[in-house]
């Protein structure tokens, strides 16, 4: 073996190694979860079945750190359980947001309390999750009293813009 190729091997064996220990590329999905809190600050009734609600909540999520998180919620109250499709944004703290779609329901827990179950597909986002892709479940308790809101979320991302 000449010295060309002993250095071309080495070589080799240094990239393949630290391609293994290298993080997630560029779009590769990782985990995303995290946990918020906050309330419903809107809600314009369109029927006697129907409502628009806007949640504004605030927490903390992987890849994002503390943000804020603004769902828009149109609400079907006409089956069991209560059925809604929307859109979520999560804003982290230097602007960078993640857009999802997402559909739910709700069931009751206690009088007064429903569990709140939504999946959400990742359509999108700007800076470094500009393109991003994933999905996540959310579980939240929102009281019909006070109409505020506490859960947590698990899915995953990909971060093509990082």
């Known amino acids: ?78 089956s069991v359980p209560v059925t809604g499709v929307g859109t979520t944004t999560f804003v982290a703290a230097n602007g960078d947001q993640v857009y999802a779609d997402a559909s739910g329901y709700s069931e009751f827990v206690e009088p007064g309390v429903v569990r709140i179950i939504e999946h959400g597909v990742i359509t999108g986002g700007t800076g470094r999750f500009a393109g991003a892709t994933g999905s996540y479940t959310s579980k939240r308790l929102t009281s019909l009293i006070t109409n505020e809101t506490i859960g947590s979320f698990e899915g995953t991302i990909s971060t093509p813009g990082s």
Not at 1 to 8: D, G, L, P, T
Not at 41 to 63: C, I, N, Q, Y
């Open 1 to 78: 073996m000449n010295r060309f190729s002993s250095a071309a091997s080495l070589a080799l064996a240094v990239v393949t190694v630290l391609g293994f220990a290298a993080p997630a590329a560029a779009g590769e999905e990782v985990p995303f979860s995290g946990s918020f809190a906050g309330e419903r600050t809107e809600r314009t009734v369109l029927s006697p079945t129907t409502a628009l609600d806007r949640w504004d909540m605030a927490g903390t999520a992987s890849h994002l750190g503390k943000c804020e998180m603004v769902t828009w919620a149109l609400v079907d109250f006409s």
